[in-house]
């Protein structure tokens, strides 16, 4: 009685796998719409089975019901008919049996499939369950909830519907309220609303149900309580799929006891979790660590726990948030929740202390994408310790530590907001404080706060000296030495840095040797110090000693700065480029800031005037982007003026604005394509002929990429922690953008040309 909508994918897929297996097994979360596109599947290919396709809804059956004799009775076949008489009857047959909602009878599902695939040659079975059946021979086909935007910035009202599960929605609202569409008025909430619902088709269909009372943004305002809203009152559907709590009650109860006790445990869990951190926080009492890997297993293989798409290191395992707040709620019910999130907020704390102890080394990359990864996680983590009486030192300890990576935080606002919560709450004069303190001051200077800085490095010293910690006095030391840098006051900088090197050779701690090495390196350079080189040199031999490839960024950086001063405006510029490139992987803005501000002062050397306007522009745009400014940065800040003044003096006012606004309105990734170009003359181009880049956004930009490396959708979603389904809409939106009708077309125009001189 209502439209079929989206699958396209789906749909191709399960036609494939019929064609080539006899068992096809669609699984999925309850919900997730395995039953609908099954029937779709089976009405588009009824020709093929000259014998019929026949349904048999297992859903009223309970555990025990003789399963031959119930589908003997929907073929027709008179009398008590058994196994033996079906097995007869489908013998010589072409007909496809399509056995809908297994998941209660699985065992018993896959001994009937088994033997029937056995005797009759022409048979081909279509299964619906949310778990597989293990089946020799089976074929799965996993259905993804339908794409979402994954962003709020869709250009269009069109480019929104394109969205299935936005259309679903739009095509269910119109039967609740005639002439319903999206305008601008609703497009942004029913964007998030559909991102919040997650795609499941059954949730979609509830929400606008609620459209009968409720505007869109209404429900979505609503949505935390999720179980209570979505609720429908069909008369014809099955009491599971009335309400989306009842469809997750019918999956709990299939689920083992150890299997509804780690659904419990992982909902402790922010976006995904690997093995290891399930072994660390979930097992104990109710599953023993030897069972871990057998429950996840079984908690696949019901849907319940999913293979995460985000890239990391290893396997990860997901769950939809709507599982997870079922689970959550089952969690406090059995009173162990405070328990559970205490094991979390340790495991956050073992990682972070791991991260810090670690990152100046080899594994620099895959310590920052695993903080990436685990970014949720540790919020998650920090929310609970700032919020439970006791524990506010574990945020104090996950906080400070993520100093070495400050690139695992959104911004610097958020790693602030972090310690200054957890200061606050945790006044005990300890040497996590004392670290705290620090941290949060380099957080501060790095945003351009030196004056909110200074009573932290007051307090840090003070209570560092109570305690006789010298490795917090070093910190306390060196973050002073950098407030100087930022003001600078190149001179006091190097006595600081100084004498904070000198404490970190007697700790033995290379890391922060390194940082300040680094930091005195500077001061070298912007004073003119005859030393500049040789620090230049010895921060450059420590990266290359360690492989410490994100660090080496910030000493060829600051190596190109001191080739700039001594007039090498070439190598100096190669130089920062190289560094730039570096960082792009890292996604350390704050780095490719500092290296896009001091490109534009060589342009501008270079009597490259427009460019270096445009560059200072997209410096600021970057540096917007990480919420600081160069304000309160007067190493840079300085120099700065002087070269926007002579770049004004050089093109005039109004040219000036011009390219300044142009590099402004860049994103990050237009910024460092802006960096990294070549020539001014790159810029002269009309946009059209910079190639096909001019007509794709950013994010398609990315996509083009992937596709000229030739990854798949699945591989693309996995990339860039997107959906399947929006990879694949993505793709369609550049073919149909670029008049294209196949992939190996965007591979073949998508040249490196395309990709260095793509706009912003």
């Known amino acids: 009685m209502t439209s079929f909508v989206g699958r396209r994918r789906e749909l191709a897929e399960a036609k494939r796998l019929l064609s080539t297996g006899r068992m096809v097994t669609f699984t999925g979360p309850g919900g997730v719409g395995k039953t609908r596109l099954a029937e779709r599947v089976a009405a588009e290919t009824y020709r093929e089975f000259p014998d019929g396709v026949w349904l048999i809804d297992l859903a009223p059956m309970v555990a025990g019901e003789p399963l031959p004799r119930v589908v003997a009775g929907v073929l027709g076949l008179q009398g008590e008919a058994g196994l033996s008489a079906l097995a007869d009857y489908l013998a010589d047959r072409r007909l496809l049996l399509l056995l809908d909602n297994c998941e209660h009878l699985a065992v018993d599902c896959a001994t009937l499939a088994g033997k029937l695939l056995g005797v009759a040659p022409g048979l081909r079975i279509l299964a619906t369950s949310r778990q ?12 993804p909830p339908l794409s979402v935007p994954d962003t709020d910035d869709i250009a269009s009202v069109d480019e929104l519907a394109r969205f299935e599960s936005v259309s679903l929605f739009v095509e269910r609202a119109s039967a609740v309220v005639p002439g319903f569409t999206i305008n601008a008025d609703n497009a942004l909430a029913l964007t998030r609303l559909c991102r919040r619902l997650e795609g499941i088709p059954l949730a979609v269909e509830l929400a606008a149900v609620r459209l009968r009372a409720l505007s869109v943004q209404q429900i979505l305002d609503r949505l935390d309580d999720r179980f209570r809203i979505l609720v429908g009152h069909s008369p014809v559907a099955l009491p599971r799929q009335q309400t989306l709590r ?12 150890e299997e509804r006790a780690l659904w419990r445990g992982l909902s402790v869990f922010s976006g995904g979790c690997s093995l290891e951190a399930i072994e660390y926080v979930c097992s104990g009492d109710e599953v023993a660590p030897d069972e871990v890997i057998d429950v996840v297993t079984g908690l696949v293989d019901k849907s319940i726990l999913l293979r995460s798409t985000v890239k990391c290191d290893g396997l990860r395992y997901d769950m939809l948030e709507t599982l997870r707040e079922y689970g959550r709620e089952r969690l406090v019910e059995s009173g162990r929740e405070t328990a559970l999130l205490r094991r979390h907020c340790a495991w956050c704390r073992d990682i972070a202390a ?14 920052a994408a695993m903080l990436r990864c685990e970014q949720s996680n540790v919020v998650a983590a920090l929310e609970f310790c700032l919020t439970q009486i006791g524990v506010s030192h574990c945020a104090l300890e996950i906080a400070a530590s993520m100093w070495s990576h400050r690139l695992s935080w959104a911004s610097l606002r958020d790693g602030h907001h972090w310690l200054d919560r957890a200061l606050a709450l945790d006044r005990d004069p300890t040497a996590e404080r004392a670290k705290a303190l620090w941290v949060d001051a380099w957080l501060m200077l790095l945003r351009g706060e030196p004056k909110g800085a200074e009573p932290l490095l007051n307090e840090c010293r003070e209570l560092a000296e109570r305690l006789g910690d010298v490795e917090q006095l070093a910190g306390a030391v060196q973050i002073r030495g950098f407030a100087a840098l930022l003001a600078g006051d190149f001179t006091e900088a190097a006595a600081l840095l100084e004498k904070a090197l000198s404490y970190h050779r007697t700790i033995g701690s290379r890391g922060r040797y390194w940082t300040t090495l680094f930091q005195l390196a500077m001061a070298a350079v912007l004073d003119g110090d005859p030393r500049a080189a040789e620090l230049c040199a010895e921060c450059r031999a420590m990266c290359e000693r360690e492989n410490a490839r994100w660090s080496m960024s910030f000493a060829i950086w600051v190596t190109g700065l001191e080739r700039w001063s001594k007039g090498d405006t070439r190598a100096g510029t190669d130089m920062i480029r190289d560094a730039i490139r570096i960082k792009v992987p890292f996604g350390d803005h704050l780095g490719m800031a500092q290296c896009i501000e001091v490109l534009a002062w060589l342009a501008a050397d270079a009597e490259e005037h427009r460019r270096a306007a445009e560059l200072l522009g997209a410096a600021q745009a970057v540096w917007r982007s990480i919420g600081t400014s160069l304000s309160g940065l007067g190493h840079l800040a300085d120099p700065h003026r002087r070269y926007e003044d002579r770049l004004r003096a ?7 604005a011009a390219a300044y606004d142009r590099g402004v309105q860049l994103d990050v990734d237009g910024a460092v394509a802006l960096a990294v170009a070549e020539r001014e003359a790159d810029l002269e181009a009309p946009q059209a002929e910079r190639g096909i880049a001019a007509v794709l956004t950013r994010r398609e930009r990315e996509i083009a990429d992937l596709v000229a490396e030739g990854l798949s959708n699945k591989e693309i979603a996995a990339a ?12 369609e939106h550049i073919l149909r953008k670029l008049g294209f009708t196949s992939r190996a077309q965007i591979a073949a125009a998508w040249t490196p040309s395309s990709r260095e001189d793509q706009p912003g």
């Open 132 to 143: 597989v059946l293990h089946i020799e021979g089976e074929r799965v086909l996993e259905v």
């Open 720 to 731: 860039l922690v997107i959906s399947q389904r929006t990879a694949e809409g993505h793709v």
């Open 246 to 257: 009842a469809l997750i009650d019918w999956s709990h109860d299939l689920c083992s006891p």
């Open 354 to 367: 791991r991260a810090e102890a670690e990152w100046f080394g080899p594994g620099q990359m895959e310590l």
């Open 650 to 656: 050089a093109i005039g006012d109004r040219e000036f």
